[in-house]
Each structure stands twice: as C-alpha cells, then as structure tokens.
C-alpha cells in the first residue's frame, strides 16, 4: 500500500483550461486525462489524501461518478470549492478541512491552503497544500500538491521531497 498526494483536479470546470494552462483540448478531455493518469499512478489498495478542489460547479451525481471511477482509498481535506454535496459522497473514507499526519516517519500538515507558519514547521514537520495550482513561491518545508505541479497525477511524499515528477 502506497500513499499519495493531490489536489485542485477541478473536475468538470471549463474555466481551469485557461485559467491554470492546462494542455487538454476540451473539459472532456481533462477530465478523462486526470481519471486515467490517476488510475495508473494509484493502485486499488492505495490510499490518496486529495488536499480539496475536487470537482467545481459540477451536480452530485456527476462527482459521485468521478469520485467512484478513481482507484484507491480517498480521503478529502476539503477546499473552497468543495461543497457539503461533494463533502458527503459515500466513496470518502474521510473528510476534514485539516489533518495532521505521519507519513514515512515525517510529520505532515495537510490543508487545502499553504500556511506562512505551521505546527511543528521548526522540528521538521512538512505542509502539504493545494489552492495555489503552483503560482505561489513556498516556504521551506512547504509543497503544493495540485495537479497543475505534478503532471496531473497523484504524488508519493518521496517524489515531492525529490522533486520527481
């Protein structure tokens, strides 16, 4: 079982084309690129911290049918653009605005926004965040974990701590 990283998929939204430059001729398009690329990152058995921003302006039963076609575990540390209709789908395992975990021995700081400061940010504890699709310069210790940084696809705590993409 492996964990993973994510956030800001953006499921359905036109807007996130322009807006962040994503490469995808059509929100069709987007959306299947992101359900294969995160089906061949994320085995059935994994676990997957999506870090909010899942679907925007999308109807329940569109999201329950992205959210279902994903593998792994998910949980949502939900963003601003996570609804309590997407909060409540049944194919979270959890749901929480902030988490504070570990992961390979290293304490993390999960939330769907960077922080200037954060719990234990001077005993080596990491912020993992979303929100900025990569447009804003981090603090040490601090990595974005949208699609729009890491291919489009979920990330292992050891890719971003090597910066391997």
Avoid at 33 to 57: K, S
Avoid at 97 to 123: N, Q, T
Wanted: aromatic share 10%.
């Amino acid at each position: 079982m492996a964990v993973f990283f994510t956030s800001d998929t953006h499921f359905g939204h036109g807007g996130a084309l322009g807006l962040y430059r994503r490469p995808f001729a059509s929100v069709a398009a987007m959306n299947e690129a992101l359900v294969e690329q995160w089906n061949e990152t994320v085995g059935l058995d994994d676990v997957v911290w999506h870090l909010g921003d899942f679907a925007i302006r999308q109807r329940p039963p569109v999201v329950a049918e992205f959210l279902a076609r994903l593998n792994g575990h998910k949980h949502l540390v939900a963003g601003n653009n996570d609804p309590p209709a997407t909060q409540e789908l049944e194919d979270w395992e959890s749901v929480q605005s902030y988490l504070e975990i570990e992961a390979d021995g290293i304490g993390l700081v999960l939330c769907h926004y960077p922080f200037r400061s954060w719990r234990s940010m001077g005993k080596g504890w990491i912020n993992l965040h979303g929100h900025s699709h990569g447009r804003m310069k981090p603090l040490p210790r601090q990595f974005d974990v949208g699609v729009d940084v890491w291919d489009f696809r979920p990330i292992t705590l050891r890719e971003i701590l090597h910066g391997r993409r």
